[in-house]
C-alpha cells in the first residue's frame, strides 16, 4: 500500500503542480502520508506539505522522523505552527511545542488561544519523559456519590465528548481523588439509583513524576489501555492513553536497541549522513582504542605467533566465538534489567546459570574447533591448546555479559549504552591471552 502510494505520489509531482499531490495524499491516513513525504526529496517533500490542509499537516507532523519534523518546523512560521497547535489534542500539542527551543516557544504560544494555551502550559511543566509530560487533560470523571442516571444525564448533555473518551469513565471523590473506573457498558447496564463509587473497579495508576520507561513496563505487566495519572494527594490530573503508551514502548525499544548497537542517539534511515556520522563516530573511536588494547595483548606474544604461525589463524575465531558468547548473554540481561526482572538475591543464581551456560556451549564450539585444529595443522596438542583457550573464553564472556550491565546499572549509568564495547573488549583480550599465553607456556610442545 505504501509504495502504491508512494509511486503514484512521484508520478503526480512530475506533472510539475504539487497542490495535485497534496490533494492526493490529503484523501489518506496521516501515518501513509507522513511515510510517502519522508522518502521523497527535501524539495518535493516540502512543496506537497505545503499544500495539505491545516488538519493533515497536524496530524502528519509528529509523525514524522525528528529530522525531517525539524527540517519542516525551520520553514514554518510562529503564526503557522500555533494554527497546527490549535488543530492538535494538547498531549499532541505538548509534544510538538516542546520540539521547539525555549524561545520559540514562547512567540508560539503567544499566539493560541488563552484556553488552549492554559492547558499546554500547565503540561509543559512536567519533564518530556515523564508520566506527566506524557498524559492529556482530556478525559472523563465523575465524582463517585453521582448516580448512575445523573451520570447518563451529564453525557448526554455534553455532545462534544470524544467518544474516545467514553471508553472509561474515572471515578473520584469529592477532594478528586481517583476511586476507581467504570466502563460506559457497566452505567448502561446498572440500575439508574446505584452510584458511581460503589461500582467503580480499582485501577492502576502512575504518579505524575513517574519515569516513561517505568511506565511503558508497567502497561505491559498489567495489560493496560489507558493509564490514570495522580499527583502527589493521590488526586486524577490525567491520563496516559493507548496511543501514547505505544509510542513510548516503541521509543524504549528503538533507544535501547540503537544503544546496544553502539549510537548515543536514535537513528533512522532517513537521518542526513552528516548527523548520521557525528552520532556513530564516538563510538566507533572508542572501540578504536580498545581494539588497540587487544592489539596491545597480541604485541606481547610477537616472538609465540612468528613461531607457531597457526595461532594467527585461530586467534580470532577464539576472540570471535568469545564475543558472540558475550553479546548473547549481555542481550538477555539488557533485556531482563529493561523488564525489571533482575533482583539483587537472583544475582548468585543467574551468574551460575550463566557459567553452566558457558561450559556447556564453550565445550562444544571448544572441541569441534580443537578438531578441525588438530585436523588441520596435524598436531593434537595444539588442538587440545584451542580447546582450553575456547571453553575458558566462552565462560568469561558469559559472565561479563550478565555482570557488566548490572555493574553499570548499579553506577547509575545506562547498561545498553556501554555493556557491548566493555564486554567485547573483555573477551578480545581474555581470547588472546588464553590462547597465545598456553601457547607460550607450552610452546616446546608445539614446535616438535
Not at 216 to 235: F, N, T
Not at 421 to 432: H, L, N, P, Q, S
Request: charge should be negative.
Amino acid at each position: 500500500m505504501e509504495k502504491k502510494l508512494f509511486e503514484i505520489t512521484k508520478k503526480l509531482l512530475k506533472s510539475g503542480d504539487p497542490r495535485r499531490a497534496a490533494a492526493f495524499l490529503a484523501q489518506k491516513h496521516p501515518e501513509d502520508v507522513a511515510d510517502v513525504l519522508e522518502r521523497l526529496d527535501r524539495e518535493d517533500r516540502i512543496a506537497v506539505f505545503k499544500y495539505l490542509p491545516v488538519e493533515m499537516q497536524a496530524e502528519v507532523l509528529l509523525r514524522f522522523d525528528e529530522n525531517v519534523l525539524d527540517e519542516i518546523l525551520q520553514l514554518l512560521s510562529h503564526r503557522d505552527i500555533s494554527d497546527l497547535v490549535g488543530e492538535l489534542d494538547v498531549d499532541d500539542a505538548v509534544d510538538l511545542i516542546q520540539e521547539l527551543e525555549p524561545d520559540e516557544r514562547h512567540k508560539v504560544l503567544s499566539q493560541v488561544p488563552e484556553t488552549e494555551r492554559r492547558e499546554v502550559e500547565e503540561l509543559l511543566k512536567y519533564p518530556e519523559n515523564t508520566a506527566g509530560g506524557l498524559m492529556t487533560t482530556e478525559f472523563v470523571s465523575m465524582n463517585g456519590e453521582q448516580t448512575v442516571e445523573e451520570a447518563l444525564k451529564r453525557l448526554k448533555s455534553e455532545p462534544d465528548i470524544d467518544e474516545g473518551l467514553l471508553s472509561q469513565i474515572f471515578v473520584t471523590d469529592n477532594e478528586g481523588k481517583l476511586k476507581g473506573v467504570v466502563s460506559i457498558g457497566e452505567l448502561l447496564k446498572s440500575p439508574a439509583e446505584n452510584r458511581l463509587g460503589d461500582m467503580a473497579k480499582p485501577v492502576q495508576s502512575v504518579p505524575v513524576t513517574m519515569d516513561q520507561e517505568d511506565v511503558a513496563r508497567m502497561v505491559e505487566k498489567y495489560d493496560l489501555l489507558s493509564v490514570p495519572v495522580v499527583d502527589e494527594h493521590g488526586r486524577l490530573v490525567g491520563v496516559i492513553t493507548i496511543d501514547d503508551l505505544i509510542d513510548v514502548i516503541e521509543e524504549e525499544a528503538s533507544e535501547d536497541i540503537a544503544k546496544f548497537g553502539g549510537l548515543g542517539e536514535t537513528e533512522s534511515i532517513f537521518t542526513p549522513p552528516q548527523i548520521a556520522a557525528r552520532r556513530r563516530l564516538p563510538w566507533l573511536l572508542i572501540n578504536l582504542l580498545t581494539a588497540f588494547l587487544a592489539a596491545g595483548v597480541v604485541n606481547l606474544f610477537k616472538s609465540t605467533v612468528s613461531t607457531v604461525v597457526y595461532l594467527a589463524v585461530f586467534m580470532p575465531i577464539v576472540a570471535g566465538m568469545g564475543g558472540n558468547a558475550g553479546t548473547q548473554a549481555l542481550a538477555v540481561t539488557i533485556r531482563s534489567i529493561a523488564l525489571g526482572e533482575v533482583m539483587l538475591s537472583d544475582v548468585k543464581k543467574v551468574l551460575l546459570k550463566e557459567i553452566l551456560v558457558g561450559v556447556i556451549t564453550g565445550a562444544v564450539v571448544g572441541f569441534i574447533t580443537g578438531l578441525i585444529a588438530y585436523i588441520w595443522v596435524g598436531q593434537w596438542f595444539f588442538g587440545v591448546l584451542v580447546f582450553v583457550a575456547l571453553l575458558g573464553n566462552m565462560i568469561v564472556a558469559c559472565m561479563v555479559g550478565f555482570l557488566i550491565p548490572l555493574a553499570l546499572k548499579a553506577l547509575k549509568m545506562d547498561p545498553a549504552l556501554a555493556s557491548g564495547v566493555i564486554v567485547t573488549t573483555f573477551t578480545d583480550v581474555t581470547g588472546f591471552m588464553l590462547l597465545l599465553g598456553l601457547a607460550t607456556i607450552f610452546i616446546k610442545y608445539l614446535t616438535h
